[in-house]
DNA sequence: CTAACTCCCTGATAGC
DNA sequence: TGCTATCAGGGAGTTA
């Protein structure tokens, strides 16, 4: 379940990997992900062009080419974008192939298709309907307890549900949002209204922490996450409550529970959070 | 406006 | 062994 972590470990190694390049061809195999892939539009924008730069916006990945355009690619809850050597056959749910001017291939997998990927003119990213809306970057420096409390302000949802509100902060998804939430001690189900300056201030400081904790780690693998060359993540280990319902609290060593909420498996210490 | 739901998809796993 | 049910969840859309 790739979150910000996983996209920025994916950012760095395709980074470190990728070096001066650029993109000779485009294949669609498949058209059917979140959003209908479109062959045409993916060649025009990037075949020819070199690529100059990897950035992260939230969970998108944006690869920048000559000539003012952007790859997009978001992984949704499967998708891997690995380099592959060219020879190597296709594997299931590979949906879109890149041939590279250095003889590699960067292919774009994804066995749920919630991913997404396509296209577009760089200086307009901004202003495109998937980032219009995104709400700051957690590790960007803006992100603080007051930052929180003005986001708060006139809502009453569940303080989990806005930290994964992508319109107040990105990145962060369940997984993060569980461990954020234990290591403030503040529970997910506490309403934002009934929470006070120094809590949000613990919760901005705790989810900058967990989320630089994680890329440290090269992010999280349960099932399938891996980098730009099949490495995985080594964070699973130290997740404290995210998937270890009725195993101890590390802290007070009571029973961790599963409740859900929004339609999302949520895990905390009844005993710590509140 | 907010909050809470539904849907999309397939692989892993549990239960019988 | 082999079936069926359940679960995983980001983000868009819908409903109240």
Known sequence: MPELPEVETLRRSLEQHLGDDAFARVRVHSAALREP???????RRLTGHRIEGLRRRGKYLLIDVAGDSTLVVHLGMSGSLTLESRDLPRRSHEHVSFDLASGRQLRFRDPRRFGLVFAAETSRLARDR???????????????????ETAASGRRCPIKSLLMDASVVVGVGNIYACEALFRSGIRPSRPVDRIAAPRFEALAVQTIAVLEDAIAQGGTTLNDFQNAVGEPGYFQVELAVYGRKGEPCLRCARPLARRVQANRSTFYCPGCQR
């Open 37 to 43: 892939l479109s062959q045409r539009q993916l060649a």
């Open 130 to 148: 998937h980032f219009a809306h995104l709400g700051i970057e957690p590790l960007g420096g803006l992100f603080t307890g007051g930052y929180l």
